[in-house]
């Protein structure tokens, strides 16, 4: 087992050196000027040198590339002469000695995303305030799509071939196949546009406000509930497809014949096996799908205004802020690869044949 989940780990490391390497080289081959984009477009020469040499811009691609998953790594090697541009600054980082010599010094730091060129705020500080409203978001559409999902997709099993199962599969292949993107346009053009003069379901405007994270800033709810909805809509068609058609083959088995030969109630035979038993391939969806709603999150956040992390990369990416956009997408990145790391760890623990298997 301890072989399996190191396996699991080291896949997980290869997969994010991956992503790193391709976001690095990927916006560091666009236009454009980062030493002039911080300092402005009339800026000196003299300065700007400045501060390439300080972001290791005056460095080939390569060293620079190194330098970037030095700053990432949590281990991190530097010089102590202040005039190299690896040169450990205090500024940047907050670390712990490991070794230190004559011209080098080896720490433990937390990853270091550089700074934004825009507002020179450190990226960490900028995702630590937008991430937890994506992730309150993500919670929300994937609770309502789990329990509107298990219910419709239960119903469909018991009513199989009925009205409400054909209406359902109705509402499956729609959910499927509807963009994100696009259900949001036209739900903020109905609600808020539309309908918003007759029922007051404008997304604008305060309904009840939360300090969800106790940080002092307070969350509208009635500005979530179109988000939520439409961000749940796709792992909902999901979720209710396959509690049908799990429920329909645990209703088949043996002991359902066995438990209603005892003289169990339909409702008890549900209630006691038959749907807890089908959960294992639902719960597996939901924990796939909640890694897709931090990404997917992004252009729907931005459609409603959503203050996440998707305003923050399309602001990033409309002013060429490549070091906000490349800290996003890492971090998403890192929770997409945990995630699966965990499922799979998961899937060994609990069917010893994946472990063979892989």
């Given at each position: ?102 011209d080098n010094i080896i720490v433990l730091k ?70 994100s993107f696009f259900a949001a346009i036209i ?172």
């Amino acid at each position: 087992m301890l072989d399996f989940i190191l396996k699991r780990i080291g896949y997980g490391f290869f997969v994010l050196l991956g992503v790193i390497t391709l976001v690095f080289f990927l916006f560091n081959v666009l236009p454009g000027d980062p030493a002039r984009m911080m300092l402005g477009q009339r800026a000196d020469q003299e300065s700007v040198e400045i501060i390439q040499k300080d972001l290791g811009l005056d460095q080939p691609i390569l060293t620079q590339y190194f330098y970037y998953l030095n700053d990432l790594s949590p281990i991190s090697f530097h010089k102590t002469s202040n005039h190299k541009s690896r040169y450990l600054d205090d500024t940047k980082y907050t670390y712990f000695k490991l070794y230190s010599g004559k011209d080098n010094i080896i720490v433990l730091k937390q990853p270091y995303l550089r700074r934004s060129y825009q507002s020179k705020r450190q990226v960490t500080e900028i995702l630590s305030e937008a991430f937890p409203n994506t992730i309150i978001l993500a919670l929300l559409s994937m609770s309502f799509a789990f329990v509107v999902g298990v219910t419709l997709g239960s119903l469909s099993a018991i009513f199989k071939d009925s009205w409400f199962d054909r209406i359902n599969l109705s509402v499956i292949v729609l959910g499927m196949s509807l963009p994100s993107f696009f259900a949001a346009i036209i739900f903020a053009w109905l609600f808020a546009y539309v309908l918003a003069p007759y029922t007051g379901l404008s997304m604008f405007g305060s309904l009840y406000s939360v300090d969800v994270l106790g940080r002092g800033e307070y969350i509208d709810i009635k500005n979530i509930i179109l988000p939520a909805f439409t961000l749940g809509i796709r792992p909902l068609a999901v979720i209710s497809e396959l509690t049908k058609s799990s429920l329909l083959d645990v209703l088949s088995q043996d002991y359902i014949r066995t438990a209603r030969a005892k003289g169990l109630s339909k409702y008890q035979v549900l209630r006691r096996h038959a749907l807890k038993n089908s959960m294992n391939p639902v719960l597996t969806s939901v924990s796939g799908w909640f890694a897709s709603l931090m990404a997917g999150a992004v252009f729907v956040e931005y459609i409603f205004d959503w203050k996440g992390v998707g305003v923050v990369i399309v602001d990033g990416l409309e002013k060429y802020d490549f070091p906000v956009v490349m800290g996003a997408l890492l971090i998403i990145c890192v929770l997409l690869v945990m995630i699966n790391i965990v499922v799979d760890i998961l899937y060994g623990i609990l069917d010893p044949r994946v472990r063979i298997a892989k």
